[in-house]
């Protein structure tokens, strides 16, 4: 038993190539469970400003970068950088910066996950949106923050763990109103200094 619990945990092979529709791409070099580790972001921690910062200036996209709380963000190394969003993803992060399967992936499959799962209700539309074509029939073709997430969707990934701590805390603090909108506590206003 002791194991299989250590093959599960142990990160499996990746292959980095061009996936031929939106550059390059990071995919299953071996067969992965349900529930396994497929890497462990890493990266240097910055403050969210310093981030903003570096993608005004050009240095960094948003999506090189993994916000990992409220105040902090993660400028991702090389191999973490290189996961593609998918609106219907078969990996998930949790913890801080924990890449697992959703599912079974085969090798040789691509895996994604949901850059709007990982992006903070702080993280307003003025900062950050994405256009999406990921050809998924779930499609949401423009992607923001995790509050922008289908109600069912974001469920989907509470049931399945698939959501970091920093967001299950604030998600705590976050009530639906009727409307459809959400009420959010009153976060700092981003600012970049020039
Ligand atoms: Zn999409």
């Known amino acids: 038993m002791k194991e299989e619990v250590a093959a599960l945990s142990k990160e ?9 529709k939106f550059g390059l791409g990071v995919f299953a070099g071996e067969e992965i469970k349900k529930g396994q580790v497929i890497k462990v972001f890493s990266g240097e921690v910055i403050t969210f400003e310093e981030c903003e910062k570096r993608i005004k200036s050009g240095d960094e996209a948003r999506t090189d970068t993994l916000q990992i709380s409220l105040e902090l ?18 990996a998930g992060l949790r913890k801080t910066s924990e890449l697992f399967a959703l599912k079974s992936i085969k090798a040789g499959v691509e895996i994604t ?4 799962a990982t992006v903070g209700p702080n993280c307003p539309a003025s900062l950050w949106t994405m256009q999406c074509n990921c050809g998924s029939k779930n499609c949401r073709k423009m992607i923001g923050n995790i509050l922008t997430l289908p109600v069912e969707v974001l469920e989907k990934y509470k049931k399945h763990g698939a959501l970091q701590d920093y967001i299950l805390a604030e998600l705590k603090k976050i009530t639906k109103l009727p409307d459809g909108t959400y009420k959010t506590p009153k976060y700092k206003k981003i600012l970049i200094r020039p």
Do not use: Q
């Open 12 to 20: 499996p092979k990746l292959i980095i190539k061009d996936t031929g």
């Open 113 to 116: 996950y949901d850059y709007s």
């Open 73 to 90: 963000d993660m400028d991702l190394d090389d191999v973490s950088r290189t996961f593609n969003h998918s609106c219907s993803p078969n």
